[in-house]
């Protein structure tokens, strides 16, 4: 089964550090989703790309955070600097879409972050 | 967004059916109805999805209601890896080159399975 791949699977780091986060989606998916999941929040969107391009950042704090697809079959997300508050379970997606929104999006293991 | 009403949390006897309700006073009428579920310490996976008419897959049913305004996903035989918060989410079907892809997770329904 193709699956989406996330590294690291944890990763603990004090304040002020940088974090960077990858993501490999499933080959031939052309959109590529980060989400963040907490307790008090839920889960929420942070930013997307459809064929390397971004489409929607929005959900992201600008100041710390930054996402990229140098290629294909690469995503990242950096914080920099990290904060307590950035402590959370940071998921990939991918999918492919073409002209329509019924298709399914695929989600990694996610990325456990503490930020101490 | 149209905005979906599940209920926080529901019980269920392993080997029973389970149906796990969703209300969308508020979908027009071109938003798909999505099921997502995730498993502890995992991340969300696909459920299922309908626009009108029932569906049914290898994992699940969803019976939609005639007006469109709730819907139920129906695990036949639940077991205890069914055991998962389960998501109602709507997505609009955009004819475009910029669908709307776009999740929005809600609190979801935690479903507990008892042996």
């Known amino acids: 089964d193709a699956r989406v791949t996330q590294t690291p699977r944890h990763k603990v780091t004090e304040m002020g550090q940088e974090v960077t986060m990858r993501c490999q989606p499933i080959l031939g998916h052309n959109t590529v989703f980060w989400y963040r999941q907490t307790m008090m929040q839920g889960l929420e969107l942070l930013a997307y790309?459809?064929?390397?391009?971004?489409?929607?950042d929005s959900g992201m704090p600008k100041d710390r955070f930054s996402a990229e697809m140098p290629d294909a079959t690469l995503a990242t997300l950096k914080i920099q600097p990290s904060e307590p508050r950035d402590s959370a379970v940071y998921f990939c997606?991918?999918?492919?879409?073409?002209?329509?929104?019924?298709?399914?999006?695929?989600f990694g293991p996610g990325t456990r972050l503490t930020v101490l | 967004d149209a905005k979906t009403t599940q209920p926080n949390s529901m019980e269920s006897n392993e080997e029973e059916p389970v149906h796990l309700p969703c209300n969308h006073s508020t979908i027009s009428g071109t938003d798909y109805i999505h099921w997502y579920r995730q498993l502890p310490s995992q991340g969300p996976e696909y459920v299922i999805h309908?626009?009108?008419s029932n569906v049914n897959n290898r994992m699940a049913s969803l019976a939609i209601a005639e007006d469109r305004k709730s819907s139920t996903l129906i695990l036949h035989r639940a077991t205890l890896r069914d055991a998962a918060v389960y998501y109602c989410?709507?997505?609009?079907?955009?004819?475009?080159?910029?669908?709307?892809?776009?999740?929005?997770f809600g609190t979801g329904t935690r479903l507990t399975i008892i042996p």
């Open positions: 997606a991918s999918g492919f879409y073409y002209r329509s929104s019924t298709d399914t999006q695929y």
């Open positions: 309908g626009l009108t």
């Open positions: 989410i709507l997505r609009g079907y955009v004819i475009s080159n910029f669908g709307n892809e776009k999740l929005t």
């Open positions: 790309f459809r064929n390397r391009a971004p489409l929607d």
